[in-house]
Nanobody, 126 residues
């Protein structure tokens, strides 16, 4: 049974930093793409960043480029999201997800991802 567990969310002031972690269990995802998404109240879930676990290739939404960094540790089956220079607009529940198709490119579409975590709340105060 595949399980994704996010951690690292919290309350931070604007300009601060947080590091999110997503630990996967039940399967090894070294040949898959993993992504971070977020959903703010009354808004649709949106793509934030993604990484190809086999070669480390990354892709970012324009809104977070230069501020967020996604990375992975294949030995731990874990992906991270380092978030710097946070803004109130970054406030949302953050989810990690896995595309079950092997060697597929990072997708920005939620429908491409089969497995999802439960989410972790990030709140940025002004």
């Amino acid at each position: 049974q595949v399980q994704l567990v996010e951690s690292g969310g919290g309350l931070v002031q604007a300009g601060g930093s947080l590091r999110l972690s997503c630990a996967a269990s039940g399967r090894t995802f070294s040949r898959n793409a993993m992504g971070w998404f977020r959903q703010a109240p009354q808004k649709e879930r949106e793509f934030v960043a993604g990484i190809n676990m086999w070669n480390g290739g990354t892709y970012y939404a324009d809104s977070v480029k230069g501020r967020f960094t996604i990375s992975r540790d294949n030995a731990k089956n874990t992906v991270y999201l380092q978030m710097n220079d946070l803004e109130p607009e970054d406030t949302a529940v953050y989810y990690c997800a896995v595309d079950s198709a092997v060697f597929s490119s990072v997708s920005v579409r939620t429908a491409a991802y089969e497995y999802w975590g439960q989410g972790t709340q990030v709140t940025v105060s002004s």
